[in-house]
């Protein structure tokens, strides 16, 4: 049997983390996507204590990987990508800590990956823009989000490894102009996005190298109509102007998100800000998923 990994980047927002725990542990239990599923944490450098607590206490097989210096968001990230893929076979889950998944979590990947279509895959997201649809239908993109892919083997070996390096993590904006220079025979076509230095960090990298692979190897993203993941920390103390969780402990801490997490308003209070007006709770209509999956005809949002 194959192996395969979910990679979990970690730092310093532990209640987060742990609430990301309880939600994975639910979703594994309702569907059991395989006893070969691995874990690898990649600790960036001074992680906070409780954090590494925390790792301890994971209930399933893993391994920890903890950074002696300073990383850095993009070349944390993928230099763990470098270890991760070494290790599985054909896909990557990826998880960052302030992801909630959703109880059909890995019964949704489970059927992405065993959909033959959708075989040719870069990235297969559980993300939708906007929770408007049926919850069977997927479609073909092309836009990466870091919430919760599963990234193919074969993608990230193509296209993103050759650019998980020094020149890109010193300087990532002009690293991605010179793509631009590489790419510029692609900006004809209006579904390139990509003609300055914006979005230059790893999210960035991997979103214009998806647009590259589906223009060369017509590799697509695969998203959902309706959600299966819920991104909490864009409303962080770390984002905008944010408030800080409210409680003197930990366990404390914890409750308040339990709360805030659970309503739009709570969420753009804590966060000082509705500048990232788009923030969404898990849609009800997953309850009726029976774990049929639709591939709609192409479609690629502009």
Known sequence: M??????????????????????EYKAREYFNIGPELHTIFIVEFDSDSKVLELIDNYKYKNTVIKRTSKFGLSANILEGFKVAFDLTDDWLLYIEDDILLHKTYFKYIHALLNKKELFNFSVLSPYSFTDV?????VRMDRHYAALAPVISKNFYETFVYPCSNNYFY??????VLKLNTIYEKYQHDRTYRYKDATHHQQAGLINRLCDVA????????VMPEISRMQHIGIYGYNRVVGKKLQGSTFEERLQHLKKV??????????????????????????????????LADKHFTS
């Open 170 to 175: 010193s300087d990532p904006a002009t690293f």
């Open 133 to 137: 649809g049926s919850v069977d239908v």
């Open 261 to 294: 997490i659970l309503e739009k308003d709570l969420m753009y209070d804590m966060a000082g800000s509705k500048q990232y007006n788009d923030y969404k709770v898990f849609s009800t209509s997953l309850s009726k998923w029976t774990g049929n999956i639709i």
């Open 2 to 23: 194959s192996k395969q990994i979910i990679m979990r980047p970690v730092y310093n927002r532990p209640e987060m983390l742990a609430l990301s725990f309880e939600y």
């Open 214 to 221: 589906r223009i060369e190897s017509g590799m697509h993203v």
